[in-house]
């Protein structure tokens, strides 16, 4: 049997934080939407009889009933298709989501709380939704395959031998318990990195994220195409996200100016696929405004800036000295060395620091 495994999509994820552009979430949506139609056209081009969604397809608080119809149709593109789909943490299957109160085509199941199996004319089905935005245990544990006539597939949201309080929250699950189950594939959520074939007969996998979400989920990100024959499983991983997310890290120690950044941020060498996130570390020898950089940049393949940069002065040594900025300087030392400052308020202390002794210069 041949199947296509995707997960975490997360339709209409407003991407916050993914850039300091004002654009980019409109973009990235319309992305996902040209790599969900990829999906759709490899099944068609390749007669896949399953489609199998672990979980995260949209995101519950934010999607648009018009995202969910286009979904829906390009679902009833592929009638032959069987869709199983198994809600996570962000989509989960409560009173008001559009699972439970949306008419779906014909050809998708979506599961619900209760783990419940599906008998097709190749395999046995099982599946598990969320029915709210933490899981702390599905009882897969208790799940006995009853069955090896037909090959046995559970379709699952959730993490792998969660250690964290956090990890525990979505649906933790050992490894070990998963492998004594002997199901023939395990279709896994929630892990936005792919993980497939790093073991030999590897038959628990994360697809990963169908595309990136941002910075923090860097490489390549697509789908899982698999095919099970008897005892063999082949797996193919297809990439989808046509974007390639990447981190460049400058020093600043040796610029005297803003103008002496730009320009060595306006001479990089960016492909046109590339979203770059730009990383400033070193001394700095002025203030660093990202928000004002970013709007003088000419590639807006440039979308962020982040400043990791310390102030190039000698704090401890100037404060010592007997003028205004000595003065000023000790002053602040004693408020950045109050043990009860947070992280927030000690940033907010040094960038009043670095604008203070450019005044007094």
Request: aromatic residues 10%.
């Given at each position: 049997?041949?199947?296509?495994?995707?997960?975490?999509?997360?339709?209409?994820?407003?991407?916050?934080?993914?850039?300091?552009?004002?654009?980019?979430?409109?973009?990235?949506?319309?992305?996902?939407?040209?790599?969900?139609?990829?999906?759709?056209?490899?099944?068609?081009?390749?007669?896949?009889?399953?489609?199998?969604?672990?979980?995260?397809?949209?995101?519950?608080?934010?999607?648009?009933?018009?995202?969910?119809?286009?979904?829906?149709?390009?679902?009833?593109?592929?009638?032959?298709?069987?869709?199983?789909?198994?809600?996570?943490?962000?989509?989960?299957?409560?009173?008001?989501?559009?699972?439970?109160?949306?008419?779906?085509?014909?050809?998708?199941?979506?599961?619900?709380?209760?783990?419940?199996?599906?008998?097709?004319?190749?395999?046995?089905?099982?599946?598990?939704?969320?029915?709210?935005?933490?899981?702390?245990?599905?009882?897969?544990?208790?799940?006995?395959?009853?069955?090896?006539?037909?090959?046995?597939?559970?379709?699952?949201?959730?993490?792998?031998?969660?250690?964290?309080?956090?990890?525990?929250?979505?649906?933790?699950?050992?490894?070990?318990?998963?492998?004594?189950?002997?199901?023939?594939?395990?279709?896994?959520?929630?892990?936005?990195?792919?993980?497939?074939?790093?073991?030999?007969?590897?038959?628990?996998v994360y697809p990963g994220s169908m595309i990136s979400l941002g910075f923090d989920?860097?490489?390549?990100?697509?789908?899982?195409?698999?095919?099970?024959?008897?005892?063999?499983?082949?797996?193919?991983?297809?990439?989808?996200?046509?974007?390639?997310?990447?981190?460049?890290?400058?020093?600043?120690?040796?610029?005297?100016?803003?103008?002496?950044?730009?320009?060595?941020?306006?001479?990089?060498?960016?492909?046109?696929?590339?979203?770059?996130?730009?990383?400033?570390?070193?001394?700095?020898?002025?203030?660093?405004?990202?928000?004002?950089?970013?709007?003088?940049?000419?590639?807006?393949?440039?979308?962020?800036?982040?400043?990791?940069?310390?102030?190039?002065?000698?704090?401890?040594?100037?404060?010592?000295?007997?003028?205004?900025?000595?003065?000023?300087?000790?002053?602040?030392?004693?408020?950045?060395?109050?043990?009860?400052?947070?992280?927030?308020?000690?940033?907010?202390?040094?960038?009043?620091?670095?604008?203070?002794?450019?005044?007094?210069?």
């Open positions: 049997m041949k199947f296509v495994h995707i997960a975490d999509v997360h339709f209409d994820c407003p991407f916050v934080n993914l850039s300091d552009r004002d654009n980019m979430g409109d973009l990235r949506r319309l992305e996902q939407r040209k790599a969900f139609k990829k999906v759709i056209q490899y099944i068609k081009e390749n007669d896949i009889k399953y489609l199998f969604i672990s979980g995260d397809l949209y995101e519950q608080k934010y999607v648009r009933k018009s995202t969910i119809e286009y979904i829906n149709k390009l679902f009833e593109e592929i009638p032959n298709t069987k869709i199983f789909i198994s809600p996570g943490n962000h989509d989960p299957f409560i009173k008001n989501s559009y699972y439970n109160q949306f008419e779906w085509s014909k050809n998708v199941k979506i599961f619900n709380s209760e783990i419940e199996q599906i008998e097709t004319e190749e395999a046995y089905i099982y599946g598990y939704g969320f029915d709210d935005f933490y899981c702390n245990n599905c009882d897969i544990q208790d799940v006995k395959i009853e069955k090896k006539d037909k090959k046995n597939i559970l379709i699952i949201h959730g993490t792998i031998d969660g250690a964290s309080i956090e990890e525990k929250q979505y649906n933790s699950m050992s490894k070990n318990m998963l492998k004594e189950k002997n199901f023939d594939y395990i279709a896994l959520g929630h892990i936005h990195k792919i993980d497939y074939n790093t073991q030999e007969n590897q038959r628990i989920e860097l490489g390549d990100h697509g789908m899982i195409v698999g095919e099970i024959n008897e005892d063999e499983l082949n797996l193919e991983f297809i990439k989808l996200d046509e974007e390639e997310f990447i981190e460049i890290e400058i020093d600043v120690t040796e610029f005297y100016s803003k103008e002496d950044l730009i320009e060595k941020i306006n001479s990089l060498v960016i492909k046109e696929n590339q979203y770059v996130k730009i990383i400033l570390k070193g001394d700095r020898n002025f203030e660093i405004d990202t928000y004002e950089i970013i709007k003088l940049i000419t590639n807006d393949r440039i979308i962020k800036i982040k400043n990791k940069t310390k102030i190039a002065y000698n704090l401890e040594k100037l404060s010592h000295n007997n003028t205004l900025k000595g003065l000023f300087t000790k002053n602040m030392l004693e408020k950045l060395k109050n043990e009860n400052l947070n992280e927030e308020d000690k940033k907010i202390i040094e960038k009043a620091i670095e604008i203070g002794l450019d005044a007094l210069e």
